[in-house]
């Protein structure tokens, strides 16, 4: 089967995780994408598992000797941002122009200037009411077709192979039950980027913060030096994070602090925050910045009248991968020899590779060959799957060859 095939099979799946769920998976139906990859891979003759959270791992035994232990991953679930339940792919021969998807959305060559490279290929889009699912069922369908053309060439020499999947990436709690000790793999990728080519290794610091402030509510006819209007003064911390700081102002290796989450009436403001950085002690500075100046309004309107909270949410990895930069060489090399120009971009999000990365599992992350992921106008180039599976085989190459 191939790649492209498989993709399509499973986008039918209904996997959109869910942010208030507590249980692992969070939706019933990433369990049931994940037994039918189990049983997939059982299919192949490959050892595939499934615990109780969901995750399921396959091992391929090496048939070579003194090789690492390879391993790579995706992501089943899609983002709760759009819809992905009933998404019906459909193919399109892409002649220039804008593409109509359908419920009034249109994929427009305006707004996805990537698409004048794409003229004459034949895209998979969506029909405008979901998202496709190419964030990362295309990465699935990409490391459960090569596994299979490994199995069934004898002659392809390899080390050992570990293949994961796991629910939840997307509500970041795809590593969180993950047992990295127990999956006993040396490095390797996380697929779950862009376009054809990417290779992404650096990925933003990221925390995430709260400001709560506490005010004091009297009737406005006599409010007069007494009411303490917490709408008001959590404007006032607001104005003070600088506004050129936002996700809206800023791009590649520039941090931000944005305001997610707002409530607010005159006894008491609560916001949510995300503060990120790629650069390390920018990202101190910032999550520092953002404590000093609820101690300043404090020195100004009285102690305890804001309380700033900051956790650290996850770390850039490029320092690990760095240590292991055979990892990004090796995938540019495989790259090219399949005729894909590598791209090597700044991350600006975080993936589950960055945590695998500092519990001892580097991961720089691979494209998929999908684009505008978490949208309607998601799509992917028909061929980019199988283009793919080249790559993550011409990648398990490389790493026989080099003993
Ligand atoms: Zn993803």
């Known amino acids: 089967m191939t790649a492209k095939e498989r993709f ?7 996997t959109t995780s869910d942010e208030n769920s507590s249980s692992c998976p969070s939706t019933e139906g990433q369990r049931t994408l994940l037994s039918f990859l189990k049983e997939e891979l059982l ?94 069922k295309a990465g699935v369908a990409e490391i459960v077709t ?17 293949i994961a999947f796991t629910p939840d990436e997307e509500i970041g709690r795809g590593t969180d039950l993950f047992d990295v000790e127990k999956f006993a793999a040396d490095f390797g990728y996380t697929v779950d980027g862009g376009k054809l080519g990417e290779i992404e290794y650096e990925n933003f610091n990221a925390a995430a913060a709260t400001i709560e402030v506490k005010g004091y509510s009297i009737h406005p006819g006599g409010a007069k030096n007494r009411m303490k ?19 809206v102002h800023t791009e590649n290796y520039e941090g931000f602090y944005m305001a997610d989450e707002l409530s607010a009436d005159v006894e008491k403001a609560t916001c949510k925050y995300i503060i990120r950085d790629h650069d390390g002690e920018n990202f101190r500075r910032r999550k520092e910045f953002f404590l000093s100046c609820a101690d300043f309004l404090n020195g100004k309107y009285g102690e305890g009248t804001f309380t700033a909270t900051v956790k650290d949410s996850y770390y850039n990895m490029a320092s690990v ?6 990892l990004v060489e090796n995938a540019r090399k495989a790259m090219k020899d399949c005729g894909i120009e590598p791209i090597t971009v700044p991350i600006r999000g975080g993936t589950d590779g960055a945590r695998l990365s500092f519990l001892g599992l580097p991961c720089p992350n691979l494209s998929t060959g999908g684009y505008n992921f978490h949208s309607r106008t998601e799509f992917i180039p028909a061929g980019a799957p199988d283009r793919m599976t080249e790559v993550i085989l011409k990648i398990v190459s490389l790493y026989a060859e080099r003993q």
Do not use: W
């Not at 090569?146 to 570990?162: C, K, L, T």
């Not at 991968?321 to 055979?326: G, K, L, V, Y």
């Open 8 to 14: 399509l099979k499973y986008v039918t799946f209904h």
């Open 43 to 136: 299919a192949m003759g490959i050892a595939a598992e499934q615990d109780e959270n969901g995750y399921v791992t396959a091992r391929i035994p090496a048939n070579a000797e003194g090789l690492p232990v390879l391993c790579f991953l995706a992501h089943v679930d899609t983002s709760p941002a759009v819809s992905g339940e009933n998404v019906r792919p459909r193919e399109v021969v892409y002649e220039g122009g804008d593409i109509p998807l359908g419920n009034g959305v249109t994929l427009s060559e305006k707004d996805n200037p990537d698409l004048r490279e794409l003229i004459g290929e034949t895209l998979i889009v969506t029909d405008g009411n979901t998202l496709l699912g190419a964030d990362d």
């Open 146 to 162: 090569a596994a299979e053309r490994m199995v069934n060439d004898p002659s392809f020499r390899h080390g050992e192979i570990a």
């Open 229 to 247: 209007n917490a709408v008001d003064l959590f404007c006032e911390f607001h104005d003070l994070l600088p506004e050129a700081d936002r996700p």
């Open 321 to 326: 991968i760095r240590e292991n930069f055979h």
